[in-house]
């Protein structure tokens, strides 16, 4: 299994990114899916979060501002980060569980990066 992680970049504040996790390589659907981001210096810490059940769970700092989603048919997952700040900018992670498989898979990290 792998997953691709892209979407990273440089924006402005109260700007918008979506970042992309595309799977290849596995043979189950997707369960529990989430972005991760560490910044300098910081600890990895829990962005957005879909549950095995489909219930969605978000970090305080970015509720209401970031979306994560699922597209079964592109085998993809998604964040959508809007209204962006500063405090932001971290490298991104995805973390992919599927269905019938004991394994949790990490994308290779996408940087963003929230300056003027």
């Known amino acids: 299994v792998q997953l691709q992680a892209s979407g990273g970049g440089l924006v402005q504040p109260a700007g918008s990114l979506r970042l992309s996790c595309a799977a290849s390589g596995n043979r189950f659907s997707f369960g529990a899916v989430a972005w991760y981001r560490q910044a300098p210096g910081k600890e990895r810490e829990l962005v957005a979060a879909?549950?095995?059940?489909?219930?969605?769970n978000y970090a305080d700092s970015v509720k209401g501002r970031f979306t994560i989603s699922i597209d079964k048919a592109k085998n993809t997952l998604y964040l959508q980060m809007n209204s962006l700040k500063p405090e932001d900018t971290a490298v991104y992670y995805c973390?992919?569980?599927?269905?019938?498989?004991?394994?949790?898979?990490w994308g290779q990290g996408t940087l963003v990066t929230v300056s003027s």
């Open positions: 879909i549950t095995s059940g489909g219930s969605s």
């Open positions: 973390n992919v569980r599927f269905r019938l498989d004991p394994n949790a898979y």
